[in-house]
């Protein structure tokens, strides 16, 4: 089992930034990670995903303004958020499961297995 804990949420107004943090309690070598977002009424949307192979995919709506990242020694995964906009408010969910995935599915929170317990972002215009 894996736990996810997930830190760094908060409110900001349009264009700041935030940096959302996911500590996991173990890694595996073939352990796959991403960041999900889900907004009242809305669908559980992939923001970002980062492979067990380290290729990096990410949601055209972020692209160019968010960055998915791991620090291996601290069994960390990251996200920068830059030049938010009120239309990123959402809970925000780090998920992870092991083996490979392809670009598609990575986005895809079907194939996730752990997930945290989420942190709210709220971007004010």
């Known amino acids: 089992q894996v736990q996810l804990v997930e830190s760094g949420g908060g409110s900001v107004q349009a264009g700041g930034s935030l940096r959302l943090s996911c500590a996991a309690s173990r890694y595996y070598g073939n352990f796959y990670m991403g960041w999900f977002r889900q907004a009242p009424g809305k669908e559980r949307e992939g923001v970002a995903a980062?492979?067990?192979?380290?290729?990096?995919r990410y949601a055209e709506s972020v692209l160019g303004r968010f960055t998915i990242s791991k620090d291996n020694a601290k069994s960390t995964l990251y996200l920068q958020m830059n030049s938010l906009k009120p239309e990123d408010t959402a809970m925000y969910y780090c998920a992870g499961g092991v083996g490979y995935l392809s670009d598609s599915e990575s986005t895809d929170w079907r194939w996730y297995n752990y997930w945290g317990q989420g942190t709210q972002v709220t971007v004010s215009s």
């Open positions: 980062l492979g067990s192979d380290g290729r990096t």
